[in-house]
């Protein structure tokens, strides 16, 4: 079976995660949460959405605000407009 066959499991839940912890303040982590928060914020192809919105809704996946704060800047996968953002 393999560890994605979730057939072969009576109660088809996913195996438990035996890898390492993560941070709230890892880079990867955040950068992580940062793409999907833009994700969750973008429902068209050209939403736009406030850096606030995107720090909140990083924040609620549990990384921490102030490394959020000096990441979002940086990041590749945003495009700033005027005072929002956009998912490019």
Do not use: H
């Amino acid at each position: 079976m393999m560890v994605y066959d979730f057939d072969g499991d009576e109660d088809r839940s996913p195996p438990p995660w035996n890898g390492p912890e993560c941070q709230p303040t890892d880079l990867d982590a955040i950068v992580m949460a940062l793409e999907i928060a833009a994700i969750n914020l973008t429902p068209t192809t050209a939403a736009e959405f406030t850096r606030g919105q995107l720090l909140d809704e990083a924040v609620g996946m549990g990384v921490d605000r102030a490394a959020t704060e000096s990441v979002v800047d940086r990041v590749p996968f945003l495009e700033k407009r005027g005072d929002r953002l956009r998912l490019v």
